[in-house]
């Protein structure tokens, strides 16, 4: 692998792959994206496929989007498409729409060290700002790993790699472009990126690019809550949750995303916290591979549950009846983590409403279970339970009850709200546990 630097670009001949010796077809890139490289280059604009849309269509797999790169500036692309806005300060782009349908247009980016610092900036090595246009041999060293940067060009339909991106891509290796640790400090959501790729392809990190993420992990409290909320949905809603989920823990990155949850799964290593959150993740990544939909609600009251449950036990055990004392907890636990991940209401408040049907549960007397079964998150509480219950945290029994509930006639649910002896069972017994950490149990 050669060793780039990254203010001398001028020199490196790229390998070209001519379109008779590889196998990316146009039928697999989608309508828009074609007319969009069409139209660029009839205007005689460099239009180059890039990034992930070449990187899954060489290996065969579906890419999520398709983005271009052009050495058209913003400008320039948003006179050519009527259907395009502008976005972005950081990184400007273009985005040309078509319906719900949305072709990101990148300009060449480029490393001009002598430029306007309005236009670039770093901050303590990181960039706050990069809108210095260049070659595109510039902008395949300013991409983050080799794999992402090659190009397919509209003009010939060859393959343009200037990083040794097609080997990596061969033999299976996550590798950054230039000296890993500054393009870390540069963009720390670059380590985060690195481990959804390797999950995701069923990649190896190349050792020099692994190395700094047992390190580098709290650069990402310098990143906004905003940014980091995106990643991490892309990170557990990638089809690999519950692998990503292992290898952030493994190069403790979870902590620095999820603090609460990842001191609750320290203290009790191979307890019902870790089968639950393993579980659940295993549970969404099944569904995103079957194509149904998947609640990111779900998924957030899943990663939070375990200190949520831990606090509201807290709180019980100094008196309060155990509804407050959840939703006590979630505030709690909710305010400290929406510092670092800016979870949308339109998902914090069914999380909320997730946890706080949990005891719900446990009343099956009288008119409840029937007000229960018409809550508008009974459904998703519901599955919770059962996620609970699997992971040995809740009480089986209680799980199959609701089960059973459900599908009963009006006939079978009054048996079994009067005839089943639930009802008198004022509270459920504790569950098995090992007894907690004297860490744990401080009262505060
Ligand atoms: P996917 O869309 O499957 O998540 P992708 O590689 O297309 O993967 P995008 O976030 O869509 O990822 O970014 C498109 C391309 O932009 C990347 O392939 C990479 O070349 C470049 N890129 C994205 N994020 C960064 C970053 N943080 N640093 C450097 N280059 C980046
Ligand atoms: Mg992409």
Redesign the pocket.
């Known amino acids: 692998m050669q060793a780039f630097d990254s203010h001398s670009t001028g020199t490196i001949q790229p390998v070209i792959v001519p379109r008779p010796q590889h196998h990316l077809s146009r039928a697999n890139i989608s309508d828009n994206a074609l007319k969009v490289l069409y139209r660029l280059r009839q205007e005689n604009f460099q239009a180059h496929l890039?990034?992930?849309?070449v990187?899954?269509l060489l290996l065969g797999h579906e890419?999520?989007?398709f983005?271009i790169a052009t050495d058209a500036t913003p400008e320039q692309v948003r006179q050519v498409f009527r259907n395009c806005r502008l976005i972005g300060r950081r990184f400007r782009l273009a985005h040309v729409h078509f319906g719900a349908d949305i072709v990101e247009v990148a300009t060449f980016r480029g490393c001009d060290v002598d430029a306007d610092p309005l236009d670039r900036r770093l901050e303590n090595g990181r960039i706050v700002r990069d809108n210095i246009y260049g070659t595109i041999a510039e902008d395949a060293l300013?991409?983050?790993f080799t794999i992402?940067?090659l190009y397919y060009d509209i003009a010939d339909f060859s393959l343009v790699d200037y990083v040794g991106g097609l080997a990596d891509l061969q033999a299976g290796v996550v590798r950054l472009i230039g000296d890993p640790e500054q393009r870390y400090r540069e963009?720390p959501?670059?380590m985060l990126?690195a481990v959804r790729f390797a999950c995701k392809l069923g990649f190896m990190i190349e050792p020099a690019t692994e190395r700094p993420l047992f390190s580098l992990g709290p650069l990402l409290a310098d990143i906004s809550p905003a940014r980091l909320f995106d990643e991490v949905l892309?990170l557990f809603q990638s089809g690999y949750g519950l692998e990503v989920f292992e290898k952030l823990r493994h190069y403790q990155l979870f902590g620095q995303l999820l603090p609460d949850t990842e001191r609750c799964l320290a203290h009790e290593e191979h307890g019902f916290p870790l089968t639950f959150v393993s579980r659940g993740l295993d549970n969404t990544d099944q569904r995103l591979r079957a194509r149904k939909p998947v609640a990111s609600a779900f998924l957030f009251a899943v990663l939070l549950w375990e200190p949520v449950r831990q606090r509201a036990e807290q709180l019980q055990n100094n008196g309060l009846a155990s509804l407050d004392a959840i939703l006590l907890a979630s505030s709690e636990v909710c305010q400290r983590q929406q510092r670092l991940i800016a979870i949308p209401k339109r998902y914090s408040l069914p999380m909320r409403d997730i946890w706080a049907l949990q005891p719900r549960f446990e009343h099956r007397d009288s008119k409840r279970p029937y007000r229960l079964l018409t809550h508008p998150r009974f459904r998703a509480a519901y599955d919770f339970l059962v996620l609970r219950a699997e992971a040995g945290e809740a009480e089986s029994e209680l799980a199959e009850w609701w089960t059973r509930f459900q599908a009963a006639s009006a006939s079978e649910r009054n048996n079994m709200i009067t005839g089943s002896g639930a009802a008198k069972r004022r509270r459920r017994p504790r569950p098995r546990r090992r007894p907690a950490p004297a860490a744990l149990k401080t009262d505060n």
């Open positions: 890039v990034g992930g849309g990187r899954d890419p999520k989007d983005d300013r991409r983050d992402n940067a963009d959501v670059r990126r892309k």
